[in-house]
């Protein structure tokens, strides 16, 4: 079956500081790769996404890569914010070969915080 | 584009007692998922649809789940004889008609059920 495994959080950084979440990923078929965020309070938004590989994603200064050899997409920022404190979520559909919908496969989430 | 609304946003049951939940997807997204998460987890996927058609359904589904989508609109998530096991947040997604590949799914805010 399908799984995402990303790494545990939390994560406080420093604002300005650098940012890397790891996302690695089990999948059959041909799987997009997404980034959702839920900040306090909120639902959950999407941050980016990418379809085939090596594609790069990227919205807001984050961007992840499809790496299909590694099956990786990690998330990556160069300059974080306080604004940017929120979980953040790795997640995958792998599209069923007619081309139909699947399911959204989610990894745990790692909590951001970003400090001043 | 009022995005996707899910009614109650907070409920509060005793163990035994059946609740119901309401999502009210975007207008002309013909594909509707219902998801659950619990604390500390990634959203688990339950049941989706496409217009009034429920396509597939979780394991995670026991038989005192039940969802409809009538009329292909809104839809209505049901749990009868609650368990304090079913305490969770219960979102709803919905994308529009197309091609699956690298459909973005748009949150609803949730529905928070505690089972005392």
């Known amino acids: 079956g399908n799984s995402v495994t990303q790494m545990e959080g939390p994560v406080t950084l420093s604002e300005e500081a650098f940012l890397t979440i790891n996302c690695t990923y089990t999948?059959?078929?041909?799987?997009?790769l997404f980034w959702y965020v839920q900040y306090p309070g909120e639902g959950l938004q999407l941050l980016l996404k990418?379809?085939?590989?090596?594609d790069k994603g990227s919205n807001k200064g984050f961007e992840a890569t499809y790496r299909k050899e590694t099956t990786s997409f990690h998330l990556e920022k160069g300059s974080v914010q306080v604004s940017d404190s929120a979980v953040y979520f790795c997640?995958?559909?792998?599209?069923?070969?007619?081309?139909?919908?699947?399911?959204?496969?989610f990894g745990t989430g790692t909590r951001l915080q970003v400090t001043l | 584009d009022t995005g996707v609304s899910q009614n109650p946003r907070h409920k509060i049951t005793k163990r035994g007692q059946n609740v119901t939940f309401r999502c009210d997807p975007i207008?002309?997204?013909?594909?509707l998922y219902w998801y659950r998460q619990t604390l500390g987890q990634g959203p688990e996927f339950l049941t989706y649809f496409q217009n009034e058609a429920q396509l597939e359904k979780s394991r995670l589904l026991s038989d005192r789940f039940s969802a409809e989508r009538p009329k292909g609109s809104f839809s209505t998530l049901e749990i009868q004889r609650t368990e304090q096991g079913d305490s969770a947040m219960y979102l709803c997604?919905?994308?529009?008609?197309?091609?699956?590949?690298?459909?973005?799914?748009?949150f609803g805010p949730g529905t928070r059920l505690l089972v005392l």
């Open positions: 997640a995958l559909i792998s599209v069923r070969l007619t081309g139909t919908a699947s399911k959204l496969t």
């Open positions: 207008s002309e997204h013909n594909r």
């Open positions: 999948a059959t078929g041909y799987p997009s």
């Open positions: 997604a919905s994308s529009p008609p197309g091609l699956a590949v690298g459909e973005t799914q748009y």
């Open positions: 990418a379809t085939k590989a090596d």
